[in-house]
C-alpha cells in the first residue's frame, strides 16, 4: 500500500462546476501538506500549502485537511476550462526527512465549455 | 524571478548509452530535489541537497546514477548505462531551505531510452 493513494480519475465536469479532489494518507507523521496542478509536458506547479489541520482557500481554490481522517481535499469553484490539468496530492512529514514530498499519482481533470 | 531551469527538455538514447541532465535552481534556494515521474504518477525523490550536500539519497539507484552539486548552486544528474526502464520525466525542484520546504519545479526532462 503506498503511502498516498489518490484515485486518478480521469474526472470530466462543465465549465462552473464544484470540483473535489481529495487524497488519502497513511503516514500519522504528515504534517504539511499541498496541490499541485501539472499541466501536459510541464513542471508541477504548486497551488496550495497547508500546515497541520484545518482549511485554506484561495480565489476559487480551497483546501482542506481532516489529520483525524488522514484525508486531504481540494475544491475547485467555477471551475474554467484553463483548470483542466492533473492535480497532485503531496505531503510531508517533520524530522530528518522533513522536505521529501510523497506525492499522489495524480487526479487528471477535464472542463469542457 | 526566473523559475528553475532544466536541460535538455527532451533525450532520446540507445540503452547502455549514459545520460547527464542539468538543473539551475531558483536564485537564493539552498535545497534542490531530483524527481523521477512515471508515466500516469506522482514524483518520486531521489536525492535532496542541501546546498552542495547530499542529505538524502536513499531513493537513488547508486549502481547506475549519480548526481552533484558543485558550489552549491546548479546540479547535473546522470545515468550511466541507461536502460530501458528509465524512460520518464525527471525533474528538479527547488526550496529556499528546508523548513520552508514549498518545492517550486523545473518543468523536466523527458527521457526515452530504446
Known amino acids: 500500500q503506498k503511502e498516498v493513494e489518490q484515485d486518478p480519475g480521469p474526472l470530466s465536469v462543465p465549465e462552473g462546476a464544484i470540483v473535489s479532489l481529495n487524497c488519502t494518507y497513511s503516514?500519522?507523521?504528515?504534517?504539511?501538506f499541498m496541490w499541485y496542478r501539472q499541466y501536459s509536458r510541464k513542471g508541477p506547479e504548486l497551488l496550495m500549502y497547508t500546515y497541520s489541520s484545518g482549511n485554506k482557500e484561495d480565489g476559487r481554490f480551497t483546501a482542506q485537511v481532516d489529520k483525524s481522517s488522514k484525508y486531504i481535499s481540494l475544491f475547485i469553484r467555477d471551475s474554467q476550462p484553463s483548470d483542466s490539468a492533473t492535480y497532485l496530492c503531496?505531503?510531508?512529514?517533520?524530522?530528518?526527512?522533513?522536505?521529501?514530498?510523497?506525492f499522489g499519482r495524480g487526479t487528471q481533470l477535464t472542463v469542457w465549455p | 524571478e526566473a523559475g528553475v531551469v532544466q536541460s535538455p527538455r527532451y533525450k532520446i538514447i540507445e540503452k547502455k548509452q549514459p545520460v547527464a541532465f542539468w538543473c539551475n535552481p531558483i536564485?537564493?534556494?539552498?535545497?534542490l530535489y531530483w524527481y523521477l515521474q512515471n508515466l500516469g504518477q506522482g514524483p518520486e525523490l531521489l536525492i535532496r541537497y542541501e546546498n552542495e550536500e547530499a542529505v538524502d539519497d536513499s531513493q537513488l539507484p547508486k549502481d547506475r546514477f549519480s548526481a552533484e552539486r558543485l558550489k552549491g548552486v546548479d546540479s547535473t544528474l546522470k545515468i550511466q548505462p541507461a536502460e530501458l526502464g528509465d524512460s520518464a520525466v525527471y525533474l528538479c525542484a527547488s526550496s529556499r531551505d528546508q523548513i520552508n520546504n514549498e518545492q517550486f519545479f523545473g518543468p523536466g526532462t523527458r527521457l526515452t531510452v530504446l
Open positions: 503531496a505531503m510531508s512529514d517533520r524530522g530528518s526527512t522533513l522536505g521529501r514530498l510523497y
Open positions: 503516514n500519522s507523521a504528515f504534517q504539511y
Open positions: 536564485s537564493g534556494h539552498n535545497t
